[in-house]
């Protein structure tokens, strides 16, 4: 399986990122991982 | 990003934690997202690390180095180290090609934001409310302005928004206030004081998508609310004198209206007058986020 990263810092790209997480996700499973640079602290949290 | 720092700081601060990532595990494949300094430096350390490097919401430009500032710049350099570059529509993947580009290496997928307000929309959540009542009798309209060029001219943004909320009673201002300080004052200053503009925080995502398919009129600097809001149908006016998205300005729903008082007062109040726009989503037969993955399940890397 392919091993995947996705790299996310701001809230604009965690929100355009979600829908290929989670499609990613379903087709590669646990393979797939989230990075988060923290570039906006503040504003990621309020895409969880 | 902490407050206060530079850019410099921040872009050595992220190769060097990227370079941590990357040590402890090498992924097949990195993907990014759009102009951030996390996308440059995501592609940079891939480049260093030799990893493939697959560019999400790839080609868009307005060919000024520093504008916007400094994601202009980010766009323009992680073009040459992507290995493969999705692009929206049409239009930035000529503009990849105008850079010499390959041609198979660039995918027109639209735009992944379409599939995260499907989400929303259809996720029944009790996180999908707003966190304010919005009155039934008065046309909404939401505001967005938060750009980092865009902090000079914000004043006068604020001033020509005040005006139309003078001059038109029969409408309600919501204005999600960005955390940035400067930001935040600047709208207490010129707003707080109007009964018909609500100065709220900065709202989830699933509530901001709500406040939008409730808005008769969205006023933003933001291209990403640009997008979101030209697909749910909403009249759109950017307060900005230039943008890199088509969204909704070739439908007729988007207009760039600049920073002038007078004229965003003059959009304002004319765009209120207009019916609601009739809701019609833009879709592709097969969804941006089914396009990447098919293309990345078929990569070799």
Redesign the interface.
């Given at each position: 399986m392919k091993k995947i990263s996705i790299v996310i810092g701001t809230r604009p790209e965690a929100i355009k990122m979600a829908p290929v997480y989670i499609s990613l996700r379903k087709r590669f499973g646990n393979s797939v991982k989230l990075i988060s640079t923290g570039q906006h602290q503040e504003l990621l949290w309020l895409c969880s | 990003?902490r407050a206060g720092q530079s850019l410099s700081s921040?872009t050595s601060t992220?190769l060097t934690?990227?370079e941590g990532?990357f040590n402890d595990?090498?992924?097949?494949?990195?993907?990014?997202?759009?102009d951030?300094?996390?996308?440059f430096?995501?592609a940079l350390s891939c480049f260093y690390h030799r990893i493939p490097f697959f560019h999400?919401?790839a080609g868009l430009r307005t060919h000024l180095l520093d504008t916007p500032f400094p994601e202009e710049f980010n766009r323009q350099s992680i073009a040459p180290l992507a290995r493969h570059h999705f692009a929206p529509t049409e239009t930035e993947r000529q503009n990849l090609l105008n850079e010499g580009i390959g041609i198979s290496s660039i995918t027109v997928t639209g735009?992944?934001?379409h599939?995260?307000v499907d989400?929303i929309r259809t996720k029944n959540s009790p996180k999908n409310s707003l966190p304010f009542e919005l009155p039934q009798d008065r046309k909404i309209v939401a505001v967005t302005l938060h750009r980092r060029e865009g902090l000079h001219s914000l004043e006068n943004t604020l001033h020509g928004i005040r005006l139309a909320a003078e001059a038109r009673k029969d409408a309600l201002f919501i204005c999600p206030i960005h955390?940035n300080p400067i930001v935040q004052s600047a709208f207490r200053k010129c707003l707080v004081d109007l009964e018909n503009v609500k100065l709220v925080q900065?709202?989830?995502?699933a509530s901001f998508i709500k406040l939008l398919l409730k808005t008769h009129l969205v006023l933003t600097d933001s291209g990403?609310v640009q997008e979101e809001a030209s697909f749910l149908g909403k009249r759109t006016l950017i307060a900005r004198t230039k943008t890199e998205r088509d969204d909704g300005i070739k439908d007729g729903l988007a207009s760039l209206v600049g920073v002038n008082p007078e004229h965003i007062f003059s959009s304002i109040s004319k765009n209120l007058d207009y019916d609601s726009a009739s809701v019609c989503f833009n879709r592709l037969e097969k969804?941006?986020?089914?396009i990447?993955?098919d293309y990345?399940?078929k990569a070799a890397?």
């Open positions: - | 990003m921040l992220l934690q990227l990532c595990e090498i992924p097949d494949l990195v993907l990014g997202h759009g951030t300094t996390t996308c430096t995501t999400v919401e735009s992944t934001v599939d995260a989400l955390p900065a709202l989830d995502y990403g969804r941006s986020t089914e990447i993955t990345i399940e890397v």
